[in-house]
């Protein structure tokens, strides 16, 4: 099993700043060996993804994201990072941080589909005012 808790929410002004964090833990699984993703879903929507970290540091952004957001891993302390800047209004939601225990079989690449994750924290809330 995979144990995911995230933290770092708050709420914060447009044009703000904040990081998250997602602990992992759990003796199944390498957390090197796994690949990572932070997902957010706002009332009403769907989960979708936002980021994803292979197991070897490959990013991947979601277009509405890109150049404001940045994942990365801290392997030697099982941490996830999301460091958001310029935050907007749009990005308010509930932030969720996702493993795939296939991360090193996935061909150096990892995916921002929920279908993917079989492991999920339980959220932080993120709100942008304005």
């Known amino acids: 099993q995979v144990q995911l808790e995230e933290s770092g929410g708050g709420s914060v002004q447009v044009g703000g700043s904040l990081r998250l964090s997602c602990e992992v833990s759990g003796d199944t699984y390498r957390f090197d060996r796994l690949n990572m993703g932070w997902f957010r879903q706002a009332p009403g929507k769907e989960r979708e993804g936002v980021a994803c970290i292979n197991w070897i540091g490959r990013t991947y952004y979601a277009d509405s994201v890109t150049g404001r957001f940045t994942i990365s891993r801290d392997n030697a302390k099982n941490m996830l990072y999301l460091q958001m800047n310029s935050l907007k209004p749009e990005d308010t939601a509930m932030y969720y941080c996702?493993?795939?225990?296939?991360?090193?079989?996935?061909?150096?690449?990892?995916?921002?589909?929920?279908?993917?994750?079989?492991?999920w924290g339980q959220g932080t809330q993120v709100t942008v005012s304005s």
């Open positions: 996702a493993a795939d225990p296939l991360g090193a079989h996935r061909g150096g690449t990892c995916y921002t589909g929920r279908g993917y994750y079989n492991y």
